[in-house]
Structure formats: structure tokens, C-alpha cells
């Protein structure tokens, strides 16, 4: 083999020649290049190699900033060493490689022989396979959630009826989770140009990941588990806000409703049935011709008295805002567009143009800050009717064709670049804009922001959905995977189009879906233009009352997810969580039977199934699990077969789980009662959930305007405490529930200053077909549930409740 023509064609960094020491890290040359190491924190390391003088990199997803002199750095004749507390970095210096092992020497991650190497503007890593190594991870990618032996692509794309195996999507976020011999570590690729992921596809080899130009500027996170690595990349990339309350009820959307009677008449049956809902979507036929900041005339006369009337009838409207700006002189967003030049360039200066809804579009650079200005202006035109809610689309950008020329150019906020790299930033730069634009404009209130495309980081500025998916069980099941994904990748709100968007649920189908839209985070059902109507009603008595019950159910549980939400806006962990978090080396959690089980917070196990299945296998990982629907217990580590006709789901509660709910779901998440019930299952584990609560629209939280305790389950002390009361508001709830599940019939006694027990008993619940496992509602069926109630008077200190 001739290595001199060989190095000609790929080049890798070669030998170091020197470095110096900085307070963040090092700097070092090499015989090819240059490369840059720097602390993020002990688990977190940033590497940045580039081969020519000047460095190119993403200024936007990573909103963390490197410590100093937490770490040390050694030089010895072969290799420079970077320690911190969690791991520490041996980089060789001829040639140049880098390895990541544990601080006592075992293994995390080490470059192949190939190293990090150069084919022109492509920059590859490669990485050594290890041992029985899994990946998982990368967000919104199809396949399976072991990731071995695949190969992705993130350019984000508009993939309508998508694949179940399509690749590249609509959004992307360059992080994935390694998991080999109990140890587990992630690598973000920080790049917004077109990047590849290879675990392993067509080689036995390597791992690797590919920029095709740009540098390679990636981050090693390193913790003892999976929850630590994703909470280490949500301290590099952001957290979710927290979202106002209305926005995780359920919300209904078509493609599209129209004419405005036709809104309010959706509305209205909605509460005419008592089916709970908190938001109405408004896709692109309340526009003028598809024009963004328009009203059709025609359809949508009197735009602010549809809102009022909404509002009055507990709705939020939600619209949908796509980029593309018609070019037809008049039309103010046109006119002003030009006027104030905000619109993406060629070359040459002159603005470009693609089709799209509207006929020929300009699409404004949402990475300069005019434009973002601009676009804030703009959009006051619906927060002053009342409108807060807003749904980004058609942002990757979608263009008929599909063929964005890659020489146009963006602003990059003064240092100029080409779609090659604006491409993937632009729809996470779209929300951007469209989240701190109308959190201007509605004041102190939270607005609700949903978009199609993104990039890492993009759980900042706006929930995301898995696009235009289509009404079959298949892609039932791959939303399942995708959110799964997406939940890995930082973004913790998250969900898909109930029902499907393209093409007809059946009955079966759409009764199924709602089932498992009830536990995501997400929670919206959409149709297509023509094609039948997909409301909870639409397909008949049975599939209606199994919807509503699954809807009341979500809302029941309100006070569990509302606290989830918190937990996501604190630490970046996931409202749905795949069970490689927290069961990340049982080999079955992998397998094609159990990859679309997840975790619904910390406690409530999900396993999806076909709307065809009557029986379906389980697996239940380590641990005790409870039935939710009537309280049977389960020994963990087995796999099993449930029956589960249409009107149930297979739901498990995890022993030693408190969760937080409501008794009764009315019309909308303000009529969540005044009663807090706390359930908890038994078991043999010290447990405990941070319970949270605040007005649920404004930003006053941030002022110290709430209500958080810890709830504490001692089963070694028999006992379960709310402990003292953080924020300074009282609680929405006057009463308080213990509702025990699993419990010995012993006696109870509850403590606390003002605390004095009024109520004691023990209930049978006979549930309807639905099996709502914390309704009241009495019918056909068994007696299947015992709880123990215990009932007090919602109070500020701390109450104890022992047996």
C-alpha cells in the first residue's frame, strides 16, 4: 500500500508540535492542524479541531461556558494528559489522538487509528467500537432505538408522509449516548452543516461522525448514567421553558378548519360533550391566501371576536406561522419586508426567492437581529386580538422542489455564511424569533411555540412535533420512538399528530392513539385536507368514549405532569422517557418486542400496542410494577402477555411511586377542582416527588410566586411527609387526599399543626369499560380497586401521614 498517496487523499492532524495552557483549557498546533481542548465541567470536555488558520463554528446551540482551574494538565514525552474528577483525557501526540477513560484507566471512548481526518471540507472521527457497544439517541431519527449497525444524516428536510426508516427528517440534534461495559458517555457534534452519524453501518470497525465542511467541534459528556449525561447536555444546550398549563391539555387541529363558524362549532361540541380540551389550531386557511400576518375576509371576518369567543369557551387559539413572504406589492409584510431588508441574499444582493403556499416567496434571515425585530413587530397583529399560541412550519425550508440553493446566503449575525451552514439553524432560528417575539408581546404571559424543524438547542424556543406522519399503526408506533429519541436529544416537549395526518384512521386506530397521545408530552390531534374528520366524536359512540376517558385521564394526572414540566425546565430530563434511561444495560429493553416502552415520568410505564392486538407481550424490568387499571401486582425482570381489548392500554405503576392528581376533569385545565390527591404504591424503596405548582400562565414564578414540596415515601419508617413548603403561594387546593394503593389495613394517623383528619375510608371503585384508574365514575364491570382514603384539609405546614 503506498501511505505517501494514501495521506495525500486523507489527512489527519499528525504529530503535535506545541500548546499552551489556558485558564479554559489548551491550544496546541500540529504538524496538519490545530486543536483546542476545553473544560466545560469534570464530565464535559470540548475538543475543536480545524485544519486552516481561522476557526468556524456554531455560535448558537451551546449556551454554556468552560470552567477554569477545575482541572489539570499534564505534559509527558508521548502524551498530554487533562484530568478532571469524572474522566480523564489521554491525548497522544504522534500522531495525534484522543482518548477518554475513567480515572482509574478503564476505557470510555478512543479514536480509531484513522483519528479525526480531513477529504477536502469533510472532517470524519472515528472512534473505536468497544465491546458489546449500543447506541441510542440522535432525536428525530427513524429506526430502531439501539442504533448499531445505522448510519444518519442531519440535513433537515421536508419529509411529508415519511418513511418508517426515511432519513434525514425534519429536525436535527447531532447527540448520541454510547453505552459498552456499564459505562456510558455522549458526544454532541456542534456543526449545523450537513453531518453523518455511522455506528458501525458497512464496517465492523468504527463509529464515526462526519461535517462536511465547518470544523469538527464536538463535546464529550461523560456521568455515571444516562440521566447525568442528558442533564450535562441540557446545561450545555438549554432547558425547556416552562410551558403555560393550557398548552399540555389536549389541543385540535385540521388542515384546515374554516370558515369561523366552523371553529366555533368544533369548540362548542367540545364542551356540549364534556370532553376536556384547552386549545383550538388554526392551520393556513385562516389566512388571506396563505399570506403570513393576514385574515381571509371571507372566512375569518371578525378575527378578534372569534379569539373572545374562544376564550370565553376556554379555548386558546393557536395559528400557524410559515416563513415564506409573498412577493405582491401591497402587501405590508412584503412591503416592509424589502423596506427594512430582512429577506435571505444571493450573492449577488438580490433577495431570493422560492415557491411555496403563496406563490413565489422571499424568506426573511431570522440570523440577523433586524430581522428578528422585525418579525416580533409583526407579529403583534395576533397577540393584540389575544392569540398565544404559535406553530412554526414549513421551516427547513420547505420549497416546491426541495432544492434550497446552497450558495444563498445568511447573515449569521454579522459573519456571513451559506445555506450549507444556515440550512439546519434556520428553522431553530425561526422559533427563536417567533418565542422571544411574542413572550414580548404578550407582556408577562407565557406563549406557547410549536415548530416542525430545529437544531440542537431548539427545546429552548419551542416545543417540536414529528411532522406530517401518516394514519397507520406503523407510524403510531415510530411517533412512539421518535418522542422516545427526542427525549434523549433534550427536547422534552414533544409529541405527534394523533390520528395521523395523512390519509384515514380507522376506528380501532384513532381510539388506540389517543390512548398513547394521553401519556405524551404533546398531546394534539390533526388531519389532512380531505380526508375524514378526526375529532374524538367522529368515529362513533364506543371510540368517543374511550377517547374522553384517555383525555380525562391526561387531565386528572395534570398535577403529575405539570411537575414534570418543572423537572424539565431545571434539569433537561424528559417528561417520556425511552427505558434506556433507567434500565440502560438490560438487554431487553432493546429488543424489537419492548424498544417502544417508556417511562411517563418517574413513574408510569407505557407499552404501546397496535390498535389490532388484543394480546401483546410486556416486559416489566426490575422492580415491582402495579397494573394501573386495578392495582395487581407484578414482580419485575419477566416478560409477560397482557389482554388489552381496544378500550385498554397497558399501563404499570412502578412500587414506592407517588403521583399527584386530580379526582375530576371538566371542561379545561382551569377546572381541575379543589381537591390534590396524592397516590401512592406500595413497596420496599424510599421514594419521593417534588410536587409543583404556579399560576400556570405567567412568568411571576420566576419571582418566587409558587408552591413546591417534597413529597417523601419512607416505607421503612411507615411513613409518607409533604414536607415544608417552598415559594410564596398557597396552593389552587383547599382539600387533600392520600389515596393508598397496596397498603395493609392498618391504622392511620395523620400529623401536622393544623392538620386533623376528617375523612376515612375505604372505597371500591367499579370503573367503566375505559378502566380510568382514578375516576369516581360508576358502571359496568368488577370491582377491581381498593384505595385507602385519607382526607385533610389542604395546609401550609408540614403533614405526616404514618401507619
Not at 496538519?32 to 464535559?44: E, H, T
Not at 393508598?740 to 367503566?768: C, M, V
Amino acid at each position: 500500500m503506498d501511505n505517501t498517496k494514501n495521506n495525500k487523499l486523507s489527512q489527519d492532524l499528525g504529530a503535535f508540535e506545541s500548546f499552551k495552557i489556558k485558564a479554559d483549557g489548551l491550544h496546541s498546533k500540529t504538524s496538519n492542524g490545530n486543536f483546542i481542548v476545553k473544560v466545560y465541567d469534570a464530565g464535559i470536555v470540548r475538543v475543536h479541531i480545524y485544519f486552516g488558520e481561522t476557526t468556524d463554528t456554531n455560535k448558537y446551540s451551546v449556551i454554556a461556558n468552560p470552567v477554569e482551574d477545575k482541572f489539570s494538565i499534564e505534559d509527558t514525552e508521548s502524551v498530554i494528559l487533562v484530568k478532571t474528577s469524572l474522566l480523564k483525557l489521554e491525548i497522544s501526540k504522534s500522531p495525534v489522538r484522543f482518548t477518554f477513560k475513567k480515572p482509574g484507566g478503564q476505557i470510555i471512548s478512543a479514536d480509531d487509528t484513522f483519528g479525526s481526518s480531513r477529504i477536502g471540507d469533510q472532517i470524519t472521527t472515528y472512534k473505536k467500537l468497544q465491546e458489546g457497544e449500543r447506541f441510542i439517541g440522535l432525536g428525530e431519527k427513524t429506526g430502531p432505538l439501539d442504533r448499531r449497525g445505522q448510519g444518519y444524516e442531519h440535513w433537515n428536510t421536508d419529509s411529508f408522509a415519511y418513511g418508517s426508516e426515511q432519513d434525514p427528517l425534519y429536525c436535527s440534534t447531532p447527540f448520541y449516548i454510547g453505552l459498552h461495559n456499564n459505562l456510558a458517555y455522549g458526544i454532541y457534534l456542534d456543526n449545523s452543516h450537513k453531518s453523518f452519524v455511522n455506528f458501525g453501518a458497512s464496517n465492523d470497525r468504527f463509529s464515526s461522525f462526519s461535517v462536511d465542511a465547518g470544523d469538527m467541534d464536538y463535546y464529550f459528556i461523560h456521568d455515571n448514567n444516562v440521566e447525568g449525561i442528558i442533564k450535562k447536555y441540557a446545561h450545555l444546550t438549554g432547558t425547556t421553558p416552562l410551558p403555560p398549563l393550557w398548552s399540555i391539555g389536549y389541543q385540535q387541529c385540521r388542515y384546515s378548519y374554516y370558515p369561523d363558524v366552523e371553529v366555533e362549532r368544533i369548540a362548542k361540541t367540545f364542551r356540549q360533550k364534556n370532553i376536556p380540551a384547552d386549545v383550538i389550531v388554526l392551520d393556513i386557511h385562516y389566512m388571506e391566501q396563505y399570506k403570513i400576518f393576514t385574515w381571509d375576509n371571507k372566512k375569518f371576518s371578525k378575527p378578534a371576536e372569534l379569539v373572545q369567543h374562544l376564550k370565553e369557551l376556554g379555548f386558546h387559539v393557536v395559528v400557524m406561522c410559515d416563513p415564506g413572504i409573498k412577493i405582491e406589492d401591497g402587501y405590508t409584510a412584503y412591503e416592509s419586508g424589502k423596506q427594512n431588508d430582512v429577506f435571505i441574499k444571493y450573492p449577488d444582493g438580490t433577495n431570493y426567492s422560492g415557491t411555496v403556499w403563496p406563490g413565489l416567496c422571499h424568506f426573511p434571515d431570522f440570523t440577523k437581529a433586524s430581522t428578528r425585530d422585525w418579525w416580533e413587530e409583526n407579529l403583534k397583529s395576533y397577540t393584540e386580538i389575544g392569540v398565544d399560541g404559535f406553530w412554526n412550519d414549513m421551516n427547513e425550508i420547505a420549497t416546491w422542489g426541495q432544492m434550497l440553493p446552497e450558495l444563498i446566503e445568511f447573515d449569521f449575525d454579522g459573519e456571513k455564511d451559506t445555506a450549507r451552514k444556515g440550512r439546519n439553524i434556520y428553522g431553530f432560528q425561526m422559533s427563536r424569533a417567533t418565542f422571544e417575539g411574542t413572550k414580548a408581546g404578550l407582556e408577562n404571559k407565557r406563549p406557547f411555540n410549536l415548530t416542525r424543524a430545529g437544531f440542537s438547542g431548539i427545546q429552548r424556543y419551542a416545543a417540536v412535533w414529528t411532522g406530517d406522519n401518516v394514519a397507520s399503526d406503523e407510524h403510531m408506533m415510530l411517533g412512539v420512538r421518535l418522542v422516545n429519541s427526542m427525549g434523549l436529544a433534550g427536547i422534552a416537549f414533544a409529541g405527534y399528530d394523533v390520528g395521523g395526518f395523512v390519509g384515514n384512521a380507522s376506528e380501532h386506530l384513532f381510539a388506540r392513539w389517543a390512548q398513547i397521545g394521553s401519556f405524551s408530552p404533546f398531546f394534539r390531534g390533526h388531519s389532512m385536507i380531505n380526508s375524514r374528520d378526526s375529532e374524538p366524536w367522529a368515529y362513533g359512540e364506543q371510540v368517543e368514549e374511550i377517547s374522553t376517558n384517555f383525555i380525562r385521564l391526561r387531565y386528572k394526572l395534570m398535577p403529575y405532569i405539570y411537575s414534570l414540566f418543572f423537572e424539565a425546565s431545571v434539569s433537561g430530563m424528559p417528561l417520556q422517557r425511552s427505558l434506556a434511561i433507567n434500565y440502560s444495560f438490560d438487554h431487553n429493553v432493546y429488543s424489537g418486542l419492548y424498544q417502544n416502552q417508556y417511562l411517563f415520568g418517574p413513574s408510569i410505564m407505557v407499552a404501546p400496542l397496535e390498535s389490532d392486538k388484543t394480546l401483546t407481550k410486556v416486559y416489566l424490568p426490575e422492580g415491582e410494577w402495579y397494573e394501573m387499571f386495578n392495582d395487581q401486582k407484578f414482580e419485575g425482570n419477566q416478560e409477560m402477555i397482557i389482554e388489552c381489548g381496544i378500550e385498554k392500554l397497558p399501563v404499570f405503576i412502578k412500587s414506592s411511586s407517588i403521583i399527584p392528581v386530580v379526582p375530576q376533569a371538566n371542561t379545561n385545565t382551569q377546572g381541575l377542582g379543589d381537591t390534590l390527591e396524592i397516590h401512592v404504591y406500595a413497596g420496599h424503596q424510599e421514594n419521593s416527588f417534588v410536587y409543583y405548582e404556579d399560576d400556570g400562565e405567567s412568568y411571576d414564578y420566576e419571582n418566587g410566586q409558587y408552591h413546591k414540596r417534597t413529597i417523601v415515601y419512607n416505607p421503612e419508617n411507615n411513613s409518607i411527609t409533604l414536607e415544608e413548603i417552598e415559594g410564596s403561594t398557597k396552593s389552587r387546593y383547599k382539600h387533600l387526599k392520600f389515596c393508598l394503593h397496596a397498603f395493609d389495613d392498618n391504622s392511620f394517623t395523620l400529623q401536622g399543626q393544623h392538620a386533623a383528619a376528617h375523612k376515612h375510608e375505604y372505597r371500591f371503585i367499579e370503573p367503566i369499560s375505559n378502566f380510568d384508574p382514578f375516576g369516581n365514575e360508576t358502571g359496568e364491570g368488577l370491582k377491581i380497586k381498593e384505595i385507602k382514603s385519607i382526607e385533610t384539609e389542604y395546609v401550609n405546614d408540614v403533614i405526616i401521614l404514618k401507619w
